[in-house]
């Protein structure tokens, strides 16, 4: 009944840690535009600024993995959010683009909530069982939605200050909170060192994973943080509708999540992620065909959506099974590579933007690393018929 208990405040209470982390982690992409009419910056500058803190959030996600596998969830996702609450009062009284930089990249950290809840929860549930539960975990990523719809809000009632004073109190809060109603299993007797953390780099399907999820999530948070900007400078939308489209995106991508890890537990990750690869590569073209009509631009986003949401379910029930008992490296190199996947598009796109005047070219570079991606699962995984037990021997 404790077990029971302890693995239940496990599941939600990290998935809403990490919706607050995730907002945390998204404040800035909500009011880049007016930030960037604030300290006139170039495309590529206010783009520099929104991906700044998927920067450390997603190489940090390494380290904080392999600390969760050694000290515990409980103790390092506490004093990650207890640690989120000093950039964001800096941030709050920056009154420079270079002090905003500044606070951005540590603001970052939030970022590695999602590899400590990873590896926190999935020590709680059997294998069979963790496509779907890492999936409901990982719908904390709905916490970029919940910036999206009141950040904008926030600024336009308070101030800029405020937007980063208001998540800083809630994160300290949500900190104290997960301290009282959570608990850690038992450590392991065997105590592992950092090098035996990091022998998870020799199996090749780590590298294969990461791989796929710098698509999958990358594009999900390149898409989530860059989102308002496009819509704005595309059709010309204010913040706040901006804002409120760009979060329908993200909801949908968060809450197919889990149908994801669903469908992978039942029909195996391999033929999942191959008609979902084929999908992105679907929607990227569409997109890139259609960046002046609304409709048709909004139809191929909100499924890309479903397909990268589902994409990120399905590539996690295959970590577990990378390296059992060193899931929190494997899911921070995992997932370090998905971060960095959302850092270098929207620098990418502010680039094109400022050489070419239009957005096509970064679209159709997403449909062509779609296509690889496609190709190499039916290789190496699809041909298999969705036998994702037999990977880790087929690779170790």
């Given at each position: 009944m404790e077990t029971?208990?302890?693995r239940t405040s496990a599941l939600w209470?990290?998935?809403?840690?990490?919706?607050?982390?995730?907002?945390?982690w998204a404040v800035f992409s909500p009011m880049a535009n007016t930030?960037?009419?604030?300290?006139?910056?170039?495309?590529?500058?206010?783009?520099?600024?929104?991906?700044?803190?998927?920067?450390?959030?997603?190489?940090?996600?390494?380290?904080?993995?392999?600390?969760?596998?050694?000290?515990?969830?409980?103790?390092?996702?506490?004093?990650?959010?207890?640690?989120?609450?000093?950039?964001?009062?800096?941030?709050?009284?920056?009154?420079?683009?270079?002090?905003?930089?500044?606070?951005?990249?540590?603001?970052?950290?939030?970022?590695?909530?999602?590899?400590?809840?990873?590896?926190y929860v999935s020590r709680w549930y059997p294998p069979e069982k963790q496509g779907?539960?890492?999936?409901?975990?990982?719908?904390?990523?709905?916490?970029?939605?919940?910036?999206?719809?009141?950040?904008?809000?926030?600024?336009?009632?308070?101030?800029?200050?405020?937007?980063?004073?208001?998540?800083?109190?809630?994160?300290?809060?949500?900190?104290?909170?997960?301290?009282?109603?959570?608990?850690?299993?038992?450590?392991?007797?065997?105590?592992?060192?950092?090098?035996?953390?990091?022998?998870?780099?020799?199996?090749?399907?780590t590298w294969v994973l990461s791989f796929y999820y710098f698509l999958t999530f990358g594009g999900f948070v390149a898409f989530g943080i860059y989102l308002p900007t496009l819509l704005q400078d595309l059709f010309y939308l204010t913040p706040v509708d901006a804002g409120l489209r760009a979060a329908g995106f993200v909801a949908i991508a968060t809450f197919v999540r889990p149908v994801g890890g669903y469908?992978?537990?039942?029909?195996?990750?391999?033929?999942?992620?191959?008609?979902?690869?084929?999908?992105?590569?679907?929607?990227?073209?569409?997109?890139?065909?259609?960046?002046?009509?609304?409709?048709?631009?909004?139809?191929?986003?909100?499924i890309g959506g479903v397909m990268l949401g589902a994409g990120?379910?399905?590539?996690?029930?295959?970590?577990?099974?990378?390296?059992?008992?060193?899931?929190?490296?494997?899911t921070g190199i995992v997932g370090a590579a998905g971060g960095i996947g959302g850092f270098f598009p929207p620098i990418l796109m502010g680039m094109v933007k400022d050489m070419t005047g239009n957005y096509f070219l970064g679209f159709v570079l997403l449909a062509v690393y779609a296509l690889i991606c496609l190709i190499m699962n039916r290789r190496l995984y699809d041909r298999h018929h969705g036998n994702d037990s037999q990977i880790k021997a087929k690779w170790g």
């Amino acid at each position: 009944m404790e077990t029971l208990k302890g693995r239940t405040s496990a599941l939600w209470f990290s998935t809403i840690a990490m919706v607050v982390s995730f907002a945390v982690w998204a404040v800035f992409s909500p009011m880049a535009n007016t930030l960037q009419e604030i300290y006139r910056l170039s495309a590529t500058e206010k783009s520099v600024l929104v991906a700044t803190p998927v920067l450390l959030g997603s190489i940090m996600r390494i380290p904080l993995g392999i600390l969760t596998d050694r000290f515990g969830g409980r103790r390092v996702y506490t004093l990650m959010m207890l640690f989120l609450t000093l950039p964001m009062a800096g941030a709050g009284f920056a009154d420079s683009y270079a002090m905003l930089l500044f606070w951005a990249f540590f603001i970052g950290m939030a970022g590695t909530t999602f590899a400590i809840a990873i590896a926190y929860v999935s020590r709680w549930y059997p294998p069979e069982k963790q496509g779907l539960v890492l999936g409901i975990t990982g719908m904390g990523n709905f916490g970029t939605a919940v910036a999206g719809f009141t950040v904008p809000t926030i600024v336009a009632s308070l101030g800029v200050s405020w937007a980063f004073w208001t998540w800083g109190i809630l994160v300290g809060m949500m900190a104290l909170l997960f301290w009282l109603v959570t608990q850690d299993l038992p450590r392991p007797p065997k105590t592992r060192t950092l090098k035996d953390a990091l022998s998870v780099v020799q199996i090749r399907d780590t590298w294969v994973l990461s791989f796929y999820y710098f698509l999958t999530f990358g594009g999900f948070v390149a898409f989530g943080i860059y989102l308002p900007t496009l819509l704005q400078d595309l059709f010309y939308l204010t913040p706040v509708d901006a804002g409120l489209r760009a979060a329908g995106f993200v909801a949908i991508a968060t809450f197919v999540r889990p149908v994801g890890g669903y469908l992978a537990d039942r029909w195996g990750a391999g033929k999942v992620l191959t008609a979902l690869f084929a999908g992105i590569l679907s929607c990227a073209l569409l997109i890139s065909f259609f960046t002046e009509n609304i409709i048709a631009f909004t139809l191929g986003c909100l499924i890309g959506g479903v397909m990268l949401g589902a994409g990120n379910g399905a590539v996690f029930k295959l970590v577990p099974e990378v390296a059992p008992e060193q899931t929190g490296a494997v899911t921070g190199i995992v997932g370090a590579a998905g971060g960095i996947g959302g850092f270098f598009p929207p620098i990418l796109m502010g680039m094109v933007k400022d050489m070419t005047g239009n957005y096509f070219l970064g679209f159709v570079l997403l449909a062509v690393y779609a296509l690889i991606c496609l190709i190499m699962n039916r290789r190496l995984y699809d041909r298999h018929h969705g036998n994702d037990s037999q990977i880790k021997a087929k690779w170790g």
